[in-house]
């Protein structure tokens, strides 16, 4: 067991281009260890990326199972070595925070079917369709691996939605 | 802010309006900074033909009201825009976060008075709690149709469904379109 610290924006790795991971070893079973500790000790966490741990690797992790949104529809904890979305469609807005830049949220849109492919800890290579809600927390961790937050996603401020009506 | 990090420090509501132009937020933001204040945390928006600016704005150091209330107004003579400001106290500035959960709560419909009224009361007497609100009136002169949307923490117990069932019978009085939405951030 292995809880480490979430670190907040503006700690610069947050903001970094993680590295692809060359094999499965020891150092990168017990990254993935430390990210299922530290996403288990987060409240209401589902999911934690490599650089929020202050590691630059391709490497997350990710379980809805527990949470009201996923635990219909789950492929349960997914350990995540360089994962890539092959295909993705549909599109719905979420209002999501993040434990890197607390007490802020957000309304982002993301794809809601996604086909994935990544390596297990197994070393194995493996693909899998993941929907709904699993799909947008999967693409949120992901987004952490190219440094990206979802303040850098947002589409609209809460008022957007008047905006577009001009008075004549 | 979750907590008072900056409590112990001046601390002021300003409220800027006035006919929209470009540079309002500017001139705004150059009299505080000028002054050596920060805008802790700030809503501005377009409303008609004006522009509308609330913040809280800190300064680190005993700083008075009047001092404030100077500066905007030489900033602002011959501009149209309007300053309000009020000193907060400390337990003002604190952000509670809401406890319960957070809807998005629709209305729209044929203009008529007392939509805002009849909507907000109801949600009130329940200890539902506004946090963000808008309203439009849109449509054509001969058919005007009036959008409000609001967000709103309801109180602990409270579901989505419960609140969607308050409002029902307002939806048959008003003869406007009503529904509630859960939006409550998911962590992730």
């Keep these: ?168 | 802010m979750n907590d008072c990090r900056k409590a112990g420090l001046a601390h002021f509501a300003v409220t800027i309006i006035g006919k929209d132009r470009p540079g309002i937020v500017a001139d705004t933001a150059q009299v505080l900074y000028t002054l050596g204040c920060n805008v802790e945390d700030s809503s501005c928006t377009m409303l008609g033909g004006e522009f509308a600016m609330i913040l809280i704005v800190s300064h680190g150091k005993p700083f008075s009201k009047k001092h404030l209330e100077a500066e905007f107004a030489a900033k602002n003579t011959g501009t149209g825009l309007s300053a309000f400001i009020r000193t907060l106290k400390d337990d003002e500035v604190c952000y509670r976060e809401p406890v319960g959960e957070l809807c998005l709560v629709s209305v729209y419909g044929s203009d008529k008075p007392g939509i805002v009224y009849r909507i907000t009361r109801e949600l009130a007497d329940r200890q539902v709690n506004i946090t963000d609100l808008n309203t439009k009136l849109i449509g054509s002169p001969d058919e005007p149709v009036y959008v409000l949307m609001l967000e709103a923490a309801l109180p602990h117990g409270m579901r989505v469904e419960d609140a969607t069932e308050l409002l029902q019978n307002l939806k048959k009085e008003l003869s406007v379109e009503i529904s509630v939405r859960l939006i409550t951030p998911v962590s992730l």
């Design chain 1, 1 to 168: 067991m292995a809880v480490q610290n979430i670190l907040t924006y503006p700690h610069p790795i947050l903001k970094k281009v993680c590295r692809p991971v060359d094999q499965v070893d020891a150092e990168i079973l017990q990254l993935l260890e430390d990210l299922v500790d530290t996403m288990l000790a987060g409240p209401g966490s589902v999911g934690v990326a490599a650089s929020q741990i202050g590691v630059a690797l391709r490497a997350c992790v990710v379980d809805v199972s527990n949470n009201r949104h996923g635990k219909e529809n789950n492929h349960g904890r997914l350990l995540m070595v360089n994962p890539e979305i092959l295909e993705a469609s549909g599109g719905a807005v979420m209002r999501e925070g993040c434990m890197s830049v607390p007490d802020y949220t957000g309304d982002v849109e993301r794809a809601t079917e996604i086909t994935l492919r990544f390596t297990g800890a197994d070393g194995a290579v493996r693909e899998l369709r993941a929907t709904g809600f699993e799909a947008v927390a999967i693409q949120h961790e992901m987004d952490h691996l190219d440094g990206l937050l979802f303040l850098d996603r947002i589409t609209s401020l809460k008022t957007g939605l008047f905006r577009r009506k001009s008075y004549k």
